[in-house]
T-cell receptor, first 112, second 110 residues
């Protein structure tokens, strides 16, 4: 069974640019969550999508947005990048009856 | 506000030297407590889910336990391949997000 797939794995952007990250969940999982991981703050919840609807949202500015498609694939977008957005962005799909999250390998974003 | 605190931040063990990692939490109605393992440069790997106080789960050299205020991850006779960061997270009854602790980085030397 294929796991959660995230692309790209690594990317470098400059301040002010925007970035789009992609996530394909485990087959059959309808929920996709996004987390930001930094050395100082650890893992922080960005948002969750279920059946193309945003179900929950964390405390991040509006520059961070996401969407989910009918095939459960999800994208997140960060506009007007800041240096502090440098982080590992993790996508996870959820097993609905247990609440367990299964994570992808992440997209490592560096903002210069 | 839901909160998760893990201790110690870092732990160094000799191969075969058993120890425990602690996860203290405050949550408005626990729906589940989760343990993950994360290797450098990789995403967290699911280990265990605990749902109620008194519950225990085991996997190879790892055993997770849960009380009303904390969870322990016991590592028996660790091997160098157990070296990783161990993350604890909670989910409350109201939400769907997991609230993570900052993790314990375990180093096991031979």
């Amino acid at each position: 069974k294929a796991g959660v797939t995230q692309t790209p794995r690594y990317l470098i952007k400059t301040r002010g640019q925007q970035v789009t990250l992609s996530c394909s969940p485990i087959s059959g999982h309808r929920s996709v969550s996004w987390y930001q991981q930094t050395p100082g703050q650890g893992l922080q919840f960005l948002f969750e999508y279920f059946s193309e609807t945003q179900r929950n949202k964390g405390n991040f500015p509006g520059r961070f947005s996401g969407r989910q498609f009918s095939n459960s694939r999800s994208e997140m977008n960060v506009s007007t990048l800041e240096l502090g957005d440098s982080a590992l962005y993790l996508c996870a799909s959820r097993l609905e009856n247990t609440g367990e999250l299964f994570f992808g390998e992440g997209s490592r974003l560096t903002v210069l | 506000e839901d909160q998760v605190t893990q201790s110690p931040e870092a732990l160094r063990l000799q191969e075969g030297e058993s120890s425990s990692l602690n996860c203290s939490y405050t949550v408005s109605g626990l729906r589940g407590l989760f343990w993950y393992r994360q290797d450098p440069g990789k995403g967290p790997e699911f280990l265990f889910t605990l749902y109620s106080a008194g519950e225990e789960k085991e996997k190879e050299r790892l055993k997770a336990t849960l009380t009303k205020k904390e969870s322990f991850l016991h590592i028996t006779a660790p091997k160098p391949e157990d070296s990783a960061t161990y993350l604890c997270a909670v989910q409350d009854q109201a939400g769907t997000a997991l609230i993570f602790g900052k993790g314990t980085t375990l180093s096991v030397s031979s």
